[in-house]
């Protein structure tokens, strides 16, 4: 009898066991709680995130006045506040623990915005992703790589090694990093000013009249590709590196004075294409800087 | 006493014990009680605000970083107080090669105005080409005054920037015809200079070694981009200065080193307010 009684003792107490664990793997394993929130704004809201954890940002476009928020959190160790005060929204994504695992400090955040938004976001290692919103923003992350699609305005990313994708982008653009590499491409942009230290840039489209741009590079590599139709005046120099023109025949001597310097410590280019309408400055320390045309 | 002369004695004493006429008055006047509050009320409010804080080292290092790059500053500002220097050697100061040479500007736009006042009037014929010529031989020695005085690096992000960004300096590029360039100074790094690079990498690098050893931002992924950043960044600074020490002249080394050290800056910056962040 006592021995029976300690044998169903211990398969009680088994299945219990076995019931935590399933209950605590059920728990570990329940998809992220998401939310969604609507705020009202008028015209040209200003958005403010703050992720202070790992996650993702996608924000992208709408014709209504409203900004919706969508934010799923991976464990309760994330807590998320969300405020507007007029046309101001702020959110804020932080840790609650002190070391909480990557996976549990996650919060993702999907914004839909009016057209005309302007966009403060900052994140740690996740992506940024803005597409088709006309508005200032500034967009800084520390790992996380920052792609802009169809985006128009002054244009600010840092990062430390995030790198940034530009699509079709218009207006006025700043990038710094200091290993993120930087790609723009087909943009419309007056003004471009590109800086990191070890990162690539590659820049791929046309050069807009009276517009000026600046890429440079510690060490890596700047390649830029123009089109037969570009006007502009091109002044590219390094240190250490070289300076690849692989467009001689459409580069004419400077129509606007400027010659080469007669610095001993750098190589440089100095030329013009078509009328020489635009500027376009390159800088390198060690690395290589290509120009081509594109065919 | 009159409520005039109680704010004066308010003004020159504070709120120290007044005199028995000033008591007197303000007893007796309702006006003056409600200026007294008033002025007990910031008083108290006043002592209550807390001292400045200095911001950390590391944020002059990068502004000053950033004012150099972009050329608006070549040499630091001497730092000590004017109220802890003695008498003698402000005077000292007035014998100095600028103060001179400020001196002696001043005289002459004394004595050219005086002369203006007093000079045979000349018709418009006569005086119109004299004052071109005064302004385009004028012209050179303004330009090259300012160019010593703001040297903009050639190629350098923040200063190109600077120069073609402001409207005013399209505008100067358009109408002003080109002038002839002055001779390539001597680019070899002041003392000054030289310290300000030095006292930063010492700043930096005690900056770098308060860093805590424990994982920052409680956010491992950006833990570790920050750290690898910062080691890419101190190879960086490294090999700029391994280039600087064979050739001090390299002004685009220099361009970038400045650029380097400010980017530590803000990252050792980042790093530190990641550390804070953490609840």
Redesign the interface.
């Known amino acids: 009898m006592r021995q029976r009684t300690w044998t169903e003792r211990s398969v009680v107490t088994a299945l219990g066991a076995g019931l935590f664990l399933c209950a605590g793997g059920l728990a570990v394993a329940r998809p992220p709680e998401q939310q969604e929130r609507h705020f009202k704004v008028k015209e040209r809201p200003l958005v403010v995130l703050q992720n ?3 996650g993702r940002i996608e924000v992208k476009s709408w014709k209504n006045a409203e900004v919706v928020v969508t934010s799923s959190a991976a464990s309760d160790k994330v807590a998320i506040d969300v405020e507007q005060v007029g046309d101001r929204i702020d959110i804020n994504a ?7 695992q ?1 996976h549990e ?1 996650e919060a993702n955040f999907q914004l839909v915005v009016p057209e005309q938004t302007e966009l403060q976001l900052k994140t ?2 996740g992506l940024i992703l803005v597409e088709q919103v006309n508005g200032d923003m500034k967009l800084q992350s ?2 996380g790589d920052v792609h802009l699609k169809e985006v128009s305005g002054y244009i600010i990313v840092r990062t ?2 995030g790198s940034l994708v530009c699509t079709l982008c218009s207006g006025k653009l700043e990038f ?1 990093s ?2 993120g590499n930087a790609t723009v491409v087909q943009p419309s942009l007056n ?1 471009v ?1 590109v ?1 990191t ?2 990162g690539n840039i590659l820049y791929d489209g046309d050069f807009i009249h009276t517009g ?1 741009y ?1 890429m ?1 590079s ?2 890596g590599l700047i390649e830029v590709r123009f089109s037969g139709n570009d006007s502009f005046d091109l ?1 590219a ?4 590196g070289t300076v690849d023109n692989q467009a001689a025949a459409f580069l004419k001597p400077d129509s606007h ?1 400027n010659h080469a ?1 007669t ?1 001993k ?2 190589h440089s280019l100095i030329g013009t294409v078509g009328q020489g309408l635009a ?1 376009v ?1 390159l ?1 390198s ?2 690395g290589t800087i290509r120009i081509l045309k594109r065919d | 006493m009159r409520c005039k002369e109680l704010e004066a004695v308010l003004e020159q004493e504070g709120l120290s014990p007044l005199p028995p006429e000033a008591q007197e008055h303000l007893a007796e006047c309702p006006d003056c009680q409600d200026f007294f509050a008033d002025i007990s009320a910031i008083a108290v409010a006043a002592k209550q605000i807390p001292a400045e804080e200095n911001p950390p080292d590391r944020v002059w290092i990068s502004l000053r970083a950033q004012l150099a790059a972009e050329g608006i500053i070549r040499e630091e500002a001497p730092l000590e107080l004017a109220a802890s220097i003695p008498w003698w050697q402000n005077l000292s100061q007035l014998f100095r090669p600028r103060m001179l040479a400020s001196v002696g500007a001043g005289i002459l736009v004394v004595l050219g105005s005086v002369y203006v006042t007093n000079r045979p009037r000349l018709n418009s014929a006569q005086h119109t080409p004299t004052s071109q010529g005064a302004l385009t031989s004028s012209q050179p020695k303004i330009s090259e005054a300012a160019e010593s005085l703001a040297p903009a690096p050639v190629g350098s992000a923040p200063a190109a920037a600077a120069k073609n960004g402001s409207p005013t300096a399209r505008v100067t590029r358009v109408s002003v015809p080109p002038l002839p360039r002055e001779a390539p100074r001597d680019l070899k790094p002041s003392p000054s200079e030289s310290a300000y690079l030095g006292e930063s990498a010492a700043v930096l690098s005690a900056t770098e070694s308060a860093l805590p050893g424990r994982q920052l931002a409680g956010n491992a992924m950006a833990d570790a981009s920050l750290r690898a950043n910062l080691r890419t960044l101190n190879e960086f600074i490294a090999e700029c200065e391994a280039r600087l020490k064979q050739n001090p002249q390299d002004q685009l080394t220099r361009e970038y080193l400045n650029v380097a050290y400010q980017q530590k800056a803000e990252l050792l910056t980042a790093m530190m307010d990641s550390g804070r962040s953490e609840h």
Do not use: C, H
């Open positions: 202070i954890v790992n932080s840790s609650l623990v002190d070391s909480a990557p400090a740690q290692t520390v790992a430390t090694g710094t200091i290993s003004n000013n800086m230290t070890t000026f600046q440079n510690g060490r002044k120099q390094t240190s250490l004075g310097s610095d410590f750098r500027k400055e800088s320390y060690s």
